[in-house]
């Protein structure tokens, strides 16, 4: 009898120890969600390219009021020079250029920002023509997130991936070891990133991309975008960010399926094609102008712009 009432206690001890041992498990996961999560929405985060981030973000809550705003990815920001495409249309112009990592997601939060403080007369959406071929930028949209009701839009499976990862700790940690007084070594120069050295093209690279390589779901974002426009009177249009000119030769087939992508999201469409550059005028990637050429690039799409001026 006695050993059976050992029994029953251990077995009592045991389950006790497992629900506490669970309940502590929920509590400190909980914890370090909130942790996490009160991270990403006071910018704790070290993500790709803050210090670019903050640098835009200032220009947005500063007391300018521009009447021309450009957002999109590094393709935009080597493409257009501000106070050249200013002096061309006589309008006053913010480039709001973030990079690839912040994808479609950190285009449509800019423009979001950027309506809070003012409603310019035009927003031109310019990114990398391959940006199709790139899965959908949850972690850009993280990052530039307004409030903690814009992660309704993420995936419950990529917020779990989010929350539980512990690199998130570590990179809070990282930035404030940065704002401690450690180097950065991004420079802006020209209103942007200060590019490397230049490509250095190789004959027998594949510069082919086809229809197949298209993720249909980039979709998602350019569809908030469009709708966001259309509901807040905003006149919104896409441009195709420069690439290398043996893209453009050989990519026709892939350069008109995404035109068509954009146009059934709403948006119009200003260039047929984007500015293909010579390896002249190439910088330190596919679709980076090269520093010398970023004016007369700048007067290419300027006139490409013109009828929505």
């Known amino acids: ?40 929405q006071h ?28 957002v999109g990815d590094s393709s935009l920001g080597n493409a257009i020079d501000a106070d050249e495409f200013q002096r061309l249309s006589g309008k006053h112009v913010q480039n709001l250029a973030l990079t690839g990592a912040y994808g479609y997601a950190g285009t449509f939060n800019m423009i979001r920002r950027v309506t809070q403080a003012n409603n310019p007369e035009l927003v031109i959406i310019m990114h990398t023509p391959d940006i199709f071929t790139r899965p959908i930028a949850y972690d850009g949209y993280l990052h530039t997130a ?10 419950f499976s990529i917020l779990v991936k989010t929350f539980t990862n512990f690199d998130a700790v570590m990179s809070m940690a990282r930035t404030f070891v940065r704002k401690s007084g450690m180097p950065d070594n991004m420079v802006i120069s020209n209103d942007y990133i200060r ?65 068509e992508i954009v146009i059934s ?28 050429s970023k004016k007369e690039a700048t007067s290419f799409y300027f006139k490409k712009l013109q009828p929505f001026l």
Not at 46 to 69: G, T
């Open 1 to 40: 009898m006695m050993s059976q009432n050992s029994s029953i206690s251990s077995s009592k001890t045991f389950r006790g120890y497992v629900r506490a041992l669970l309940t502590f498990t929920v509590l400190l996961s909980g914890g370090f969600s909130l942790l996490v999560a009160y991270g990403y």
């Open 195 to 259: 590019q490397g050295p230049a490509l250095n093209l190789d004959d027998n690279s594949n510069h082919q991309l086809s229809e197949a390589s298209i993720n249909l779901e980039k979709k998602m974002f350019l569809k908030k975008i469009s709708a966001f426009c259309g509901d807040n009177g905003l006149q919104c249009v896409y441009a195709f960010g420069p690439w290398l000119e043996l893209f453009c030769q050989q990519s026709q087939s892939f350069i008109k399926k995404t035109k």
């Open 146 to 155: 307004l409030s903690l009701k814009d992660w309704r839009d993420i995936p």
């Open 43 to 70: 910018g704790w985060m070290d993500f790709a390219f803050i210090k670019l981030y903050q640098y835009q973000l200032s220009k947005i809550e500063s007391d300018a009021r521009p009447d021309i705003v450009f």
């Open 265 to 292: 999201t709403g948006l119009r469409v200003a260039t047929e094609q984007p500015k293909c550059l010579s390896p002249n005028e190439l910088g330190d990637a596919w679709d980076h102008v090269a520093p010398h």
